[in-house]
């Protein structure tokens, strides 16, 4: 009898390990967006060693030099230099760092917040839940964009001011989200059990709760990193986000905008970079969704 119960864990895992593994390769774009996502993240954590040079290093000489197919283009910059001379692909590689991090560090603490405020509010309900839901739909009244404008405006500019104000405009989405899994899941046997045997609240929440609805927060925030990347690249284009000397793909565009009919490639590649990173991220989001919901095809 003791042998089958020590072997129902690793059991159940491979099992698990197998129906992600058949997802995957049934979906074509999870695999691509997997693909993207692992590269993206590579090229960010190695960047100083996969970059051809320094991303803000000023070439006079060399200023609006066309990528290395074009006449008049070289290996040495293969993607070509903007009007300070500097490389492209090296600022496009160095972006990449910012960009990841503004979008998973901005993700990561909306997540807390709403995650909190969802197990709480969906549990205790009463005027916690009132209070938090009011302040949910004034912050839902704003346009995210528009509520980052004004509190850039008024602390200033910034990367930890970037990362704490798109934390603090987006939570509201988890929140809702897992208010209403919470809301649900609380009515079910277990948690009636576990409140008739005298479980403390703390425990119910944390150890019986969260469990049940932390798959919903990771399909949502993996969409939502991307739309960040979106969101911070706008800031930063507009001026208010990311400031030189640090490079982020949303600088590299605003630099680029003034020259789009004589020197294409300033703002193509990296809006290109963008627009790769965001669909890589939507089909590993896809793919996400398709492991996490107990409902898909096994």
């Known amino acids: ?26 979906s074509k774009t999870g695999t691509v967006g997997l693909v993207i996502v692992i590269s993206i993240v590579i090229i960010a954590i190695f960047a ?8 803000n290093v000023i070439d006079p000489v060399n200023t609006h030099k066309p990528p290395v197919w074009m006449e008049g ?9 903007d009007n300070l001379g500097r490389d492209i692909l090296s600022r496009i590689i160095y972006g990449s760092q910012i960009s990841l991090l503004v979008g998973i560090s901005s993700v990561v603490l909306a997540g807390i917040i709403g995650i909190l405020v969802g197990l709480f509010t969906g549990y205790f309900g009463g005027f916690l839940d009132t209070f938090f839901m009011r302040l949910a739909d004034s912050f839902l009244a704003i346009p995210n964009i528009l509520l980052a404008l004004v509190m850039l405006g008024v602390f200033g500019p910034g990367l930890f001011t970037l990362i ?7 939570w509201v989405q988890y929140a809702r989200i897992i208010r209403g899994e919470v809301l649900s899941i609380k009515e079910r046997d ?18 019986h709760l969260y469990p049940n609805v932390i798959s919903s927060f990771i399909v949502v925030a993996t969409l939502s990193v991307a739309s960040t990347i979106i969101l ?47 669909l890589g991220i939507i089909f590993l989001g896809d793919w996400l969704r398709d492991i996490l919901d107990p409902r898909s095809v096994k």
Do not use: C
């Open 232 to 278: 911070e690249s706008s800031l930063s284009f507009l001026g208010l986000g990311i400031q030189p000397p640090q490079v982020s793909w949303g600088t590299i565009l605003s630099d680029g905008r003034d020259y789009l009919a004589t020197s294409w490639w300033l703002a193509t590649f990296p809006g290109l970079a963008i627009t790769i990173t965001v």
């Open 164 to 170: 704490l104000v798109l934390g603090v405009t987006n």
């Open 48 to 55: 100083p060693w996969l970059a051809p040079h320094e991303p």
């Open 190 to 207: 277990f948690v009636r059990a576990a409140k008739s045997i005298g479980v403390k609240h703390r425990n119910i929440i944390f150890s």
């Open 73 to 81: 283009g070289d290996r040495e910059n293969l993607l070509g230099t």
């Open 1 to 26: 009898m003791p042998q089958p119960s020590i072997m129902q864990g690793p059991a159940r895992k491979n099992s698990k390990l197998k129906r992600w593994l058949k997802l995957l390769f049934r």
